[in-house]
């Protein structure tokens, strides 16, 4: 049976990637409160615009797509300054409760990702009660103009509620000028927007498939889960949403009164700075010798290697799983050029990792092989070593453990690339993940998945491009991008790997429902 869920009370940046739905523009506001009644009128105020998860249309009885989009989103002290009750603020998460910035260990947020250099807005963060982050408005637009337009209304109507609440800048914007707010926009290709991120990958392909996001039924293969006769079923709805079943068949944990966390999910806000010439200048030393060894052309190999280091191709987003070599991604490329839009999506996500378990195809260390191994982790098939063989037949879903760390993932890049000889400047992606439990999704993936390698037989080598690949010559990264262990090709080793990505702040949100939202502008949160 098809599982359907209030969607007018699921806050829209839950179940949709605006950018994907001709929004190339956001903007992204915080605000301190600094008197509470005040601010919860504002939030009500708010809440009238919001935009939910509801289908659009043009149907008389449909919603029809709005201009821009508008969504909110809390902080711990947020809520506290809301003046949420006591035992429903204990309800909630204690990862979230501490912040992103008491957790920069276990995100391995050190080096030039330390909270020292974040944007002063992240630095001021926790640094006083007037300089605290407690709400988040994020707004989507069409067109520039239109972002303008949205803009306004937002300082209208903190002017109207300036007792209750106020912006707070400090965001580092272009020539490193201060701003109150966070861009995000798409990036043009020859003058046209494309769904490429500054690195030069196509982005925002994969993405989960949850019970009861409009029509989940479709996209299953390849996003929701793979089961054991080799079929996909959605995830199931509380991975991502409070108050639903999970894949443990429980309901996460969730602050009470279930109205106030019901269809809900917290938000990991990322502000990731992009070493664009460190990227450039180590994928050309390493293709040179890659090259040699592989007896490719120089842009052959400059983009096979690009292509492992991520998982897929930079032009298209081809998964090496179905194109793993320069003639293989030409017959993918030709495949795909005839695919109607089903077959294309398909192609791009519908794979697993069963046939690659030596990770020849796509690396261990890989971008999308580290964030979602798939089944791979426990689906052994073939002759592999001892070590490897884990997990097997111990549960009844093959990637049992991975659908448990999945994340969704909102958002878009920032800035623009100047000069690409050069790693400052402002630019890179604001990525925000969405999952009902930060600790065990998201931070798990970014501990133990990202900057560690236990669990795909890697040891400490860390994610290649995410990793926080440290300078210090005593402890040099490097990866390795495996080959068939019957083969009579060597493995290639990725030497001394430079930090590509750098934090540049963020934050844990709490993403109310529609309900929740109304009831603590209302001040109605009543936890007994
Ligand atoms: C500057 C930083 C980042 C860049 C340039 C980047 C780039 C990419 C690219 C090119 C893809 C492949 C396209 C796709 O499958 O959509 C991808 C996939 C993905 N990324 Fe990232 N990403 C970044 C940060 C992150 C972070 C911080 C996370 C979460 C911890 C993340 C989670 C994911 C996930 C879940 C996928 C889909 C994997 C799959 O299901 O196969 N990314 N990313």
Known sequence: MTKKLDLLDIQGNIVRAYGRFSYPLARYVFLNIRESASARRFVGALTRQVTSSAEWGDLPHQIKQPDWTVNIAMTYQGLKALEVPRSSL??????????MKARRDILGDDGPSSPVYWDPIWQDHHTSRDKDVHLFVSINARSPLLLEKAYAWLQNMVKEFQIGVCILGGHRGPDGVLLDYQDGCVLLEEGVPCAKEHFGYTDGIGDPVFEGAPRYDLK???RGKQMEDGSWQALATGEFLLGH???AKEYPNAPLPILLSRNGSYMVYRKLHENVATFDRYLEEQALVFSREKKLEMD???ELLAAKMVGRWRDNGAPLVHAPDPSSKVEFDAKLAEAAPAERDQLLSGFTYDEDMSGARCPFSSHIRRINPR??????????PGSMVMNVEAFDTPGALTNR????RRGLPYGVVKDRSRDD???GIIIMMINADINRQFEFVQQQWINYGNDFQAGSDKEILLGNHSSDE???SKAVLQVEPDSDDAPFFLNKLPRFVETRGGEYFFVPSLTALRLIAQGLVDPT
């Open 425 to 427: 400047g402002e630019h």
């Open 245 to 247: 079943i999970d894949e």
């Open 300 to 302: 052959a190999a400059r």
């Open 220 to 222: 299953v293969n390849g």
């Open 90 to 99: 204990m309800g909630f998460a204690p990862e979230f409760v501490m912040g």
């Open 474 to 476: 005593r402890f040099p």
């Open 405 to 408: 760390r999945r994340i969704l």
């Open 375 to 384: 089944a791979s982790l426990e689906m052994v098939k073939g002759d592999l």
